[in-house]
């Protein structure tokens, strides 16, 4: 039976032709989410972003595939014209864990986060997957309860997420804590420290750094061999794409004052503070937010690469 057979789940997946060879080949295949198009970027940003980075992955010679909910399937491995459609459509659904059920069954377009995306990724067979900034505890989410459903599915989904840290409108402290708590493995990709999504350092220490990609694919394999779950690869922003981390605390302040203000919470909490904080920036996060985003896709491709290598071995 093909690698990629999940039982029940099979009448929801629609593989994309290339993502279907590739697991039955065994090539090395690295899942995108859609919540960062949908909802994370502008248009035409989003789209351009996310055909650059289907392009960095097939440089290191694996196949990408993008993920999102459409018609009551999950689909894996969106062609141009569904990007597009993701790109621009208004009320697209941010479609995480507690989402998808209802996305699939009212046939509406959904866009998966990090907890969507994990969780079909492994639907489908695929171990691989880079975003940009997962999602944490929110700053007062030890009152508010925000704590974002992508640190569960990290302890409880076995897919390794290539990421810049959690995003800087977080908490993250408290974000490093609920991952120790949830078992999962926090390694910096040639950095000692945790980056906080625009700024390579947050001066919060990652459990564990890790120069080579073969050590990284080595410690996937033994996590997953003892039946653990997600696993978190984090990956400065690009130097040259940093933002000064002052300009990017001030924006984040007015940010976080103008949700307050504005009675903003719960799924929207997000994309609201990132909007805005590329208001007050004009735009210089937007660009971060592409370069981080480009830079992992490459890296989940490379690290996809050495897991599958060392498996012929
Ligand atoms: N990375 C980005 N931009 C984004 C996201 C990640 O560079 O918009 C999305 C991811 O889909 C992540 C979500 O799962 O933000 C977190 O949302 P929340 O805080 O509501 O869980
Ligand atoms: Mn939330």
């Not at 491995?77 to 995480?96: F, I, P, Y």
């Not at 933002?243 to 990017?248: A, D, R």
Request: charged residues 20%; hydrophobic residues 50%; contains cysteine.
């Amino acid at each position: 039976m093909p690698s990629f057979s999940t039982g029940a789940a099979d009448r929801y997946l629609q593989l994309a032709p290339t993502v279907r060879a590739a697991l039955v080949e065994g090539r090395p295949l690295v899942a995108l989410e859609s919540t960062v198009i949908a909802h994370g970027l502008p248009y035409p940003t989003n789209v351009e972003t996310a055909l650059a980075m289907e392009e960095a992955i097939r440089e290191v010679g694996a196949v990408p595939a993008t993920i999102a909910i459409r018609a009551g399937r999950i689909v894996v491995g969106l062609d141009r014209a569904a990007l597009e459609e993701l790109a621009t459509a208004q009320d697209v659904l941010k479609v995480s864990r507690r989402d998808l059920a209802f996305a699939l069954a009212s046939q509406r377009l959904g866009a998966t986060t990090v907890s969507g995306t994990m969780l079909c990724a492994h639907l489908a067979g695929i171990r691989f997957f880079a975003t940009g900034g997962i999602g944490g505890v929110h700053r007062g989410g030890e009152s508010s309860l925000d704590i974002s459903a992508d640190l569960m599915e990290l302890s409880r989904t076995p897919v390794l997420v290539v990421c810049a840290g959690a995003k800087a409108i977080l908490d993250l402290p408290r974000t490093l804590e609920y991952l120790e708590t949830q078992g999962v493995p926090v390694l910096g990709w040639q950095t000692d420290e945790f980056p906080a999504f625009y700024t390579p350092r947050s001066g919060l220490r990652v459990q564990q750094r890790v120069d080579d990609e073969r050590q990284i694919a080595a410690i996937a394999r033994a996590h997953w061999a003892c039946g653990l779950a997600g696993l978190l690869v984090c990956a400065p922003v690009p130097a040259e794409a940093a933002l000064p981390s002052e300009q990017v605390e001030t924006a984040i302040a007015s940010a976080l004052a103008e949700a307050e203000a504005r009675g903003i919470h719960g799924a929207a909490l997000t994309p609201f503070l990132l909007r805005q904080v590329a208001e007050i920036t004009r735009g210089a996060s937007i660009e971060a937010n592409r370069a981080l985003l480009v830079n992992n896709a490459r890296l989940a491709a490379r690290l996809a690469r050495a897991y599958v290598a060392a498996a012929g071995q």
